[in-house]
T-cell receptor, first 115, second 115 residues
Framework: DSGVTQTPKHLITATGQRVTLRCSPR?????VYWYQQSLDQGLQFLIQ???????AKGNILERFSAQQFPDLHSELNLSSLELGDSALYFC??????????????FGEGSRLTVL | GENVEQHPSTLSVQEGDSAVIKCTYS??????FPWYKQELGKGPQLIID?????GEKKDQRIAVTLNKTAKHFSLHITETQPEDSAVYFC??????????????FGSGTQLTVLP
């Protein structure tokens, strides 16, 4: 158990809809990262937050947005969904004050299916 | 930005044999190179990492080597066991130890250990 919790584990929705994925980081971790893993694809970095502020952006579509709340949990919002958005979305956390090794701890992912 | 290439995409070995996975990176400023193992239905988990001031690191049956001049690094698994079967990802990043930095992942290698 990595200590990172993602909900929901599975989500099926239709094209054009909007969904929200939630992530609770490992206790004490300040940074949250979102990654997308499509079929037969590697892990594509979407966005990173550190202590509530956006730190880095990767290949995140304009239809997608995210935020990190004061309690450090994060949400990834996906809107105007398309078939190609079907993927496994991972949240990872890291960067613990005073004891950071650089390791990222991944949740088990949220599998999104767009029909 | 950083680009990481990983080979091979699939690898089958007999139990007890060795497995080698290779990665190259593009950004000469990258200084941290972790390897993650992803088992079916789970999130990636760190198995070993190496920093740019070290050429080789071992942890029981797993070792990683780094050639900064050639910008490539490799994962070596000796005496493979069926439980080593998984997808392995290499990654690279730069930044000070302890900083909040994103990882750029390779495309992954599906390792199958045949009994």
């Amino acid at each position: 158990d990595s200590g990172v919790t993602q909900t929901p584990k599975h989500l099926i929705t239709a094209t054009g809809q909007r969904v929200t994925l939630r992530c609770s980081p490992r206790s004490g971790d300040l940074s949250v990262y979102w990654y997308q893993q499509s079929l037969d694809q590697g892990l594509q970095f979407l966005i990173q937050y550190y202590n509530g502020e956006e730190r880095a952006k990767g290949n995140i579509l304009e239809r997608f947005s995210a935020q990190q709340f004061p309690d450090l949990h994060s949400e990834l919002n996906l809107s105007s969904l398309e078939l190609g958005d079907s993927a496994l979305y991972f949240c990872a956390s890291g960067v613990r004050q005073g004891a950071n090794t650089g390791e990222l701890f991944f949740g088990e992912g949220s599998r999104l299916t767009v029909l | 930005g950083e680009n990481v290439e990983q080979h091979p995409s699939t690898l089958s070995v007999q139990e007890g044999d060795s497995a080698v996975i290779k990665c190259t990176y593009s950004d000469s400023a990258s200084n941290y190179f972790p390897w993650y193992k992803q088992e079916l239905g789970k999130g990636p988990q760190l198995i070993i990492d190496i920093r740019s001031n070290v050429g080789e690191k071992k942890d029981q049956r797993i070792a990683v080597t780094l050639n900064k001049t050639a910008k490539h690094f490799s994962l070596h698994i000796t005496e493979t066991q069926p439980e080593d079967s998984a997808v392995y990802f290499c990654a690279a990043t730069k930044g000070e130890r302890g900083s909040a930095r994103q990882l750029t992942f390779g495309s992954g290698t599906q390792l199958t250990v045949l009994p």
